[in-house]
């Protein structure tokens, strides 16, 4: 790496450069080898300016790793005046001062590295699931894509691999769609609620003026036959061609869409719907123009039905993009709350930046009422944080110096000072936001049948109308023509791929943001389907019953004797010295250890106001405890009653005191000493407040609660009992919670289960849905598929409760686009005729299929009114009112 002693000034045209997440993503690139870098950009000019001690080659290489090279005429550079750090520019208009979303710039993650990650896409001119599979075949089959999905909900596409952005949208264009990179989340989600209020307004439009020229010619069609001679004829022609106009007009996309597929040997919704509606056109100007030639039989006109169903599908779009914008709500709701600004104090002022601009490790003030900007630790005031738009907990934290704030969040009455931890992508609303993200853009294994049906679909739909028509034309009655004109074309409009391609991730969009507003964030589609076959939860003890905040309650010292030492008077001096020495021996040991257990023995010695002893040869048991030696050559043993006498100790002497804390439920930790018992440590974790109602919650929904523990069996017996739990393991080691849940998986049960620390990693990684804990480790974390902003049980009936009502629309939805699609295609093909004589109009096919849409988008849509258990019985207490309630309580 080559720098220079003194900073220089460069600018530099960045081709690919299109918003200030892109000038964000190359300001991390080049400050990872030069913290002092200023980096700042004009997205419209597509300009970059850098102050940096980096030569011009390096910098040059580091942008292009990033995937934005520089134009090959970089600009001149100049020495700067300030070798100082920058603030960004001062006029930074307010549409450029984007807040970086979890992918500040996904498009570029790995454009030129080679390295595996991720790019997200914003897609247009998707109509129908056929469009879905198109795109994704596109995508997959470009080099160095590992796995591709996109999203007809959403049109976005989440590719896995090394593939450059550009290189993925020259692949979706290639085949005939739009496509443009994701660089900042907030910024995709305004474009995109924009274009669909764009498209909204077209449609209805469009609709409008379709449907207002062909009422009024179907209603004269029930009153006049067309009469294809003389004035009249001239009359049908100039009807024809407003006709054209509507085709050609609000109709011209369906038509220009067809058309693209065809170029690309493919076939959607839209060549459905263009081909219905300009046969129909077609046959009836020719029936207008050689009408003297034409025999009596056939002088049919189908004007008005172009229109209509031109009109019916226009108001069927509008309808479904108008419901479908609800969708995302919740993901809306998570990106507004990052803040756009953020209050820095820098050389002693306070200074007002953009907030790509915050790094770690700047000082942050925030005043009362305000937004948390980025993640961090406080270090001057006092006041209360409103958290409950992360944890969905309602009640404000205490926040004061060296607690942890995240962004987000909004500062009560008093003003913090803090310093910035995690900003960007990595906070803890950033890495939320993505996750929700990634997840409704997943799809649950139950979409799969749909997607391939949805490959097929419109072929098969183009082979059964050539089918109906030659039927029609070779077997039906007179007119034969007329016959094989409707049936074939109500067979083409009726077909409807879109809710096929709906019903999935819609109801998936949905379900994960409503999980995502009661502090559960669903990781994939998988994730959420598993949750909903649960037969088993699995619950570890401390952290998830308990609240993880043991305290130590009982403290017995025993004499070389084995006999209580606190019962020789005599020694009283003494004996306490051995205690204190005792203590600094469990401190010695304990330092350093994030266990909660390790946390309470701490702060029994901190009040006993001992230090912790030097120790050395240290090591940690697995389930078991701590061994190490003290200064003076002591073997140490510090742990459960398994580690002691796995060693050979003696615990005869402490075993009534262990057998009596065990029946008050509490855990028990046993220090030996060169061989010797020398104390007993009984700690309590208090239950969780909510911890029996969210069992009986579980068990309410047809759940078997297990909880499998390494405490010992009395204790974990006593809190099962209290809590209700069905069946209790305890003394386990990791390795034996995770045989145990694959036992249970191997006997048929669909098993979840919740943790919160490192040792449970592996269950979670075993079960079929792991839940953590998110105040538990990033190991836990990273394992599970579903993480609890709250660390309660409750949560993870919700999790369940929603994951089964999500489940359950989309059967909903699939059954009803199979349904539909199976049910009506014959009905337009004819095959009600010989029994009936009736065929099914064009005009009723289109309207039909403009429902079908529409029924999935409001049937989804339900799912934004539903409601946990437990909130619905809160809800409809409250709503019973004091009086119903006295009434209750009385009777």
């Not at 530099?12 to 690139?29: E, F, K, L, Y």
């Not at 220009?256 to 046969?279: I, Q, Y």
């Not at 077909?495 to 009661?518: D, R």
Request: charged share 20%; with cysteine; glycine share 10%.
């Amino acid at each position: 790496m080559t720098q220079r002693n003194q900073p220089t000034t460069t600018a530099r045209q960045i081709p690919g450069m299109n918003c200030q997440g892109c000038v964000s993503t190359m300001r991390q690139a080049i400050q990872a080898e030069d913290p002092d870098a200023e980096v700042s950009g004009e997205p419209s000019e597509k300009r970059l300016e850098v102050t940096t001690r980096l030569d011009g080659n390096r910098v040059d290489a580091l942008l292009e790793e990033a995937g934005y090279p520089a134009d090959e005429s970089p600009g001149t550079a100049r020495q700067s005046d300030d070798t100082k750090t920058a603030a960004p520019p001062a006029d930074t208009t307010p549409e450029t001062q984007q807040a970086p979303g979890p992918e500040a710039s996904a498009a570029s993650d790995q454009p030129a590295s080679g390295k595996s990650g991720s790019v997200r896409l914003s897609l247009s001119g998707m109509t129908c699931a056929s469009c879905v599979k198109s795109v994704q075949q596109a995508l997959e089959r470009t080099p160095g894509v590992i796995g591709a999905e996109v999203n007809f909900a959403s049109h976005t596409a989440q590719v896995r691999g090394s593939a450059s952005a550009q290189s993925l949208v020259e692949a979706v264009e290639s085949a005939g769609y739009g496509a443009s990179p994701i660089e900042d989340l907030r910024q995709a989600e305004a474009r995109r609620v924009e274009n669909d209020q764009q498209a909204y307004r077209q449609r209805r439009r469009g609709s409008l003026v379709a449907l207002a020229l062909a009422a009024p010619l179907m209603v004269a069609m029930f009153f006049h036959h067309p009469v294809l001679s003389g004035a009249e004829r001239g009359v049908w022609a100039l009807i024809g061609l407003a006709t054209l106009g509507v085709l050609a007009g609000p109709g011209r996309h369906f038509f220009v869409s067809a058309a693209k597929a065809l170029r690309h040997h493919e076939a959607n919704m839209d060549t459905l719907v263009a081909m219905g509606t300009g046969t129909a056109w077609l046959y009836s100007m020719t029936v207008v123009a050689f009408a003297p030639w034409l025999p009596e039989a056939a002088h049919n006109l189908y004007f008005e039905a172009s229109i209509m169903i031109v009109g019916l599908i226009l108001a069927g779009n509008a309808l479904e993009l108008r419901a479908r914008g609800r969708t995302s709500e919740a993901l809306g709701r998570l990106l507004d709350l990052q803040s756009s600004t953020a209050r820095v104090i820098r050389d002693g002022e306070e200074v007002d930046i953009d907030i790509d601009a915050v790094r770690e490790g700047d000082r942050l003030r925030v005043r009362p009422g305000e937004r948390l900007p980025v993640d961090g630790e406080v270090e001057d005031g006092e006041s209360h944080v409103d958290e409950s738009m992360l944890t969905g907990e309602p009640q404000e934290v205490a926040k004061s110096v060296g607690d942890e704030v995240s962004a987000g969040t909004v500062n009560g009455r008093g003003s913090l000072i803090y310093r910035a931890t995690r900003v960007g992508a990595d906070t803890r609303l950033g890495r939320i936001t993505d996750q929700v993200a990634r997840a409704q853009g997943s799809r649950p294994p139950i979409g799969a049948l749909a997607d391939r049906v949805a490959g097929v679909f419109v072929p098969t739909v183009m082979i059964i109308a050539v089918a109906t028509a030659l039927a029609w034309f070779n077997l039906g009655p007179e007119p034969r023509v007329l016959h094989m004109l409707i049936t074939a074309t109500a067979v083409l409009i009726i077909a409807c791929p879109c809710a096929l391609g709906l019903a999935t991730p819609l109801s998936t969009m949905i379900g994960v943001g409503k999980a995502a507003e009661h502090g559960v964030l669903i990781r994939n589609g998988e994730a959420l389907q598993l949750a909903s076959r649960l037969t088993t939860l699995v619950v570890d003890k401390t952290g998830t019953l308990t609240e993880g905040k043991p305290r130590v309650t009982d403290a017995h010292f025993f004499s070389d004797t084995g006999l209580d030492a606190r019962g020789n008077e005599s020694e009283n001096d003494e004996l306490q010295r051995s205690e204190s020495q005792a203590l600094s021996l469990v401190a010695g040991l304990e330092q350093g250890s994030e266990h909660p257990m390790a946390a309470a023995l701490l702060a029994h010695a901190d009040e006993a106001g001992v230090r912790p002893q030097a120790v050395k040869d240290f090591t940690s048991v697995t389930g078991g405890g701590l061994k190490a030696t003290s200064e003076q050559g002591q073997a140490l043993l510090l742990g459960n009653a398994r580690l002691l006498e796995d060693e050979g100790i003696d615990l005869a002497p402490g075993q009534a005191r262990v057998e009596q804390l065990e029946d008050q439920a509490r855990t028990v930790v046993q220090l030996a000493v060169d061989g010797r018992l020398i104390a007993v440590f009984g700690i309590s974790d208090p239950l969780r407040e909510d911890s029996r109602a969210a069992v009986a919650r579980l068990q309410a929904d047809g759940l078997k609660v297990v909880m499998l523990t390494g405490d010992n069996a009395h204790t974990a017996e006593a809190i099962g009992r209290e809590v209700g739990i069905d069946e209790v393991r305890a003394g386990l080691l990791p390795e034996d919670k995770h045989a145990e849940i694959k036992r249970r998986q191997d006997a048929g049960e669909v098993v979840g289960m919740v943790g919160d620390g490192i040792n449970d990693a592996p269950a979670l990684a075993q079960a079929s849905v792991g839940f953590a804990i998110a105040q538990g480790t990033d190991v836990a974390i990273e394992s599970a598929g579903i993480t609890l902003m709250r660390s309660s049980l409750a949560g993870v009936a919700d999790a369940i409760e929603i994951s089964r009502a999500t489940l359950a629309n989309i059967k909903q939805n699939l059954w009803g686009a199979f349904g539909y699609n199976s049910l009506c295609i014959p009905i337009a093909a004819g095959v009600l005729y010989p029994a009936t004589g009736w065929l099914l109009s064009p005009m009723i096919a289109a309207a039909a299929m403009s429902l079908s849409s529409v029924t999935v988008v409001a049937n989804a849509n339900r799912l934004r009114r539903f409601r946990p258990s437990a909130e619905a019985a809160a809800a409809s207490q409250a709503t019973s009112g004091p009086d119903t309630q006295s009434q209750e309580v009385r009777s």
